[in-house]
T-cell receptor
Framework: AQKITQTQPGMFVQEKEAVTLDCTYD???????LFWYKQPSSGEMIFLIYQGSYDQQNATEGRYSLNFQKARKSANLVISASQLGDSAMYFCAMRGAQLTFGSGTQLTVLP | NAGVTQTPKFRVLKTGQSMTLLCAQDMNHEYMYWYRQDPGMGLRLIHYSVGEGTTAKGEVPDGYNVSRLKKQNFLLGLESAAPSQTSVYFCASTGVPYNEQFFGPGTRLTVL
């Protein structure tokens, strides 16, 4: 069985600052993938970034980067230069045959 | 391309009524999924399909049935709705099971 844990129900960050959203995972599979999705108040699920368990380098997509620490089983999302539009719920997810989601972190960017 | 669409967007049911949610994708994806999202929680997998004519149970399948008669459509049925099924339902699809899933806009269902 696999499990995703997001321990921060809510986070605040000042506009233009960087923020790290935590995600830890547990799995017995040697091969797995980790995703981050953004869910704004409008409700849609927006894919942000993906990290494979065998990837040597941390994934980056624009202002998003994934701080992957395999030994610690963590896959934290780093958002650089936060913008007001980044205010949303963020979900970490792990894929096997299915996709397992964490409970999410509500990020609020303050002007 | 419309991507993944869901019908309807909103629905209110009375306890015991039945209904079917439709998910359609135009990306020729093999894999399709139905999730539910309850307040303050992440998505939980209800059922999924790895191809036309196949379905499998996810984490929370009780009270739901699904069918995948056509590759592009994945139907979620509630035979006898209960208040505990009040939730937002998301459909998703992917061409490769371990790749990014593309999500529909969601269906907000309220069971009174």
């Amino acid at each position: 069985a696999q499990k995703i844990t997001q321990t921060q129900p809510g986070m605040f960050v000042q506009e233009k600052e960087a923020v790290t959203l935590d995600c830890t995972y547990d799995t017995s599979d040697p091969s797995y993938g980790l995703f981050w999705y953004k869910q704004p108040s409008s409700g849609e699920m927006i894919f942000l970034i993906y990290q494979g368990s065998y990837d040597q380098q941390n994934a980056t997509e624009g202002r998003y980067s994934l701080n992957f620490q395999k030994a610690r089983k963590s896959a934290n999302l780093v958002i650089s230069a936060s913008q007001l539009g980044d205010s949303a719920m963020y979900f970490c997810a792990m894929r096997g045959a299915q996709l397992t989601f964490g409970s999410g972190t509500q990020l609020t960017v303050l002007p | 391309n419309a991507g993944v669409t869901q019908t309807p967007k909103f629905r209110v049911l009375k306890t015991g009524q039945s209904m079917t949610l439709l998910c359609a994708q135009d990306m020729n994806h093999e894999y399709m999924y139905w999730y539910r999202q309850d307040p303050g929680m992440g998505l939980r997998l209800i059922h999924y399909s790895v191809g036309e004519g196949t379905t499998a149970k996810g984490e929370v399948p009780d009270g739901y049935n699904v069918s995948r008669l056509k590759k592009q459509n994945f139907l979620l049925g509630l035979e006898s709705a209960a208040p505990s099924q009040t939730s937002v339902y998301f459909c998703a699809s992917t061409g490769v099971p371990y790749n990014e899933q593309f999500f529909g806009p969601g269906t907000r269902l309220t069971v009174l």
